[in-house]
């Protein structure tokens, strides 16, 4: 059974930056894409970045591309996601997705997620 876990999240000031770890124990070799997304209060959870783990092809919801990076250590099975000039619209519970078929994949199409961590920007 593979479960991501997430950790890195916390409170920090606009402008600020913090950095996401997904943690997926367990990962088949064969698993080819893990995801974050963000749940704000009151809203739909909604993609962030994604990232293949052979290759690191990565994409982008347009909301944080430019300000986000997402990358992946194949041999700490690990992924990251560098959040920086954090603005307070990005205040949301962040959840690690593990295992869609393809990059740019919908919230429905991945198997495996995370618990969940708070990301709160203060303005």
């Known amino acids: 059974q593979v479960q991501p876990v997430e950790s890195g999240g916390g409170l920090v000031q606009a402008g600020g930056s913090l950095r996401l770890s997904c943690a997926v124990p367990g990962r088949d070799y064969s698993m080819y894409v893990t995801g974050w997304f963000r749940q704000a209060p009151g809203k739909e959870r909604e993609f962030v970045a994604s990232?293949?783990?052979?290759?690191?092809?990565?994409y982008y919801a347009n909301s944080v591309e430019g300000r986000f990076t997402i990358s992946r250590d194949n041999a700490k099975n690990t992924v990251y996601l560098q959040m920086n000039s954090l603005k307070p619209e990005d205040t949301a519970v962040y959840y690690c997705?593990?295992?869609?078929?393809?990059?740019?994949?919908?919230?429905?199409?991945?198997?495996?997620w995370g618990q969940g961590t708070q990301v709160t920007v203060s303005s």
């Open positions: 997705a593990a295992e869609a078929g393809r990059l740019i994949a919908s919230k429905e199409e991945y198997k495996y």
């Open positions: 990232i293949t783990w052979r290759g690191g092809s990565t």
